[in-house]
């Protein structure tokens, strides 16, 4: 069975800090996303990372995929309090239609 | 745009009584798929359909069906319902994927169920 871990589960900075969020997978996929969930809310699609070297960013947000490493990153410069939400990432494998979800890391930004 | 539309939002039940939860996917996204997130958990994968047919299952219940329609709506049909199944229940809809193409799922906003 796949597993995705994140770590940290818990992240509490500073806002105008930069933070790296860490997702792991344990068997080979060339596709992951980020998603972003506010409490109690939906999961808002952040970035889709399809081959290995991929990097993409959106605002304070930069994610990457080491497909060898079974590695991703979401890298966060600056942190402003509106990031302050939970983030799950996600793989899926060519043999299947289902997303696994990593274990979320739920960020705090503290002003 | 349009997004994909759950409902009932919210959704309150007793022990053994049944219920049934609807999704209507982005138009023309031709898979459809059910989580269910208890609090604090990360989505678990109930099952998907594309093209109206079943096309992967998870840790569904057995107490748990699903089916797409015609026009691709998807029902998930809960029986016999137990306090554990208290939870959030997503729907999310997609285009089913190309070979070396990944494709998102779109979430819709879920489905609150309590069961008392």
């Known amino acids: 069975e796949l597993k995705v871990e994140q770590n940290p589960l818990f992240l509490s900075m500073q806002e105008g800090k930069n933070y790296t969020i860490y997702c792991n997978y344990s068997t080979t996929s060339d596709r992951l996303y980020w998603y972003r969930q506010d409490p109690g809310k939906s999961l808002e699609s952040l970035f889709v990372l399809l081959s290995n070297g991929a990097v993409k960013q959106e605002g304070r947000l930069m994610a990457s995929l080491d497909t060898k490493a079974r590695l991703s990153t979401l890298h966060i410069t600056a942190a402003v309090h509106d990031l302050s939400a939970t983030y799950f990432c996600?793989?899926?494998?060519?043999?299947?239609?289902?997303?696994?979800f990593g274990t979320g890391t739920s960020l705090t930004v503290i002003p | 745009a349009a997004g994909v539309i759950q409902s009932p939002r919210h959704l309150i039940k007793e022990k053994r009584e049944t219920a049934t939860l609807k999704c209507y996917p982005i138009p023309r996204h031709d898979t459809v798929y059910w989580y269910q997130q208890g609090p604090g958990q990360d989505p678990q994968f109930l099952i998907s359909?594309?093209?109206?047919?079943?096309?992967d299952k998870g840790s569904i219940p057995d107490r748990f069906s699903a089916q797409q329609f015609s026009d691709y709506h998807s029902e998930l049909n809960m029986s016999s319902l137990e306090l554990g199944d208290s939870a959030l229940y997503f729907c999310?809809?997609?285009?089913?994927?190309?070979?070396?193409?990944?494709?998102?799922?779109?979430f819709g906003d879920g489905t609150r169920l309590s069961i008392l």
């Open positions: 359909f594309y093209e109206k047919m079943q096309s």
């Open positions: 996600a793989v899926d494998l060519s043999t299947g239609n289902q997303f696994y």
């Open positions: 999310a809809s997609s285009l089913k994927r190309r070979e070396g193409l990944g494709q998102p799922q779109h």
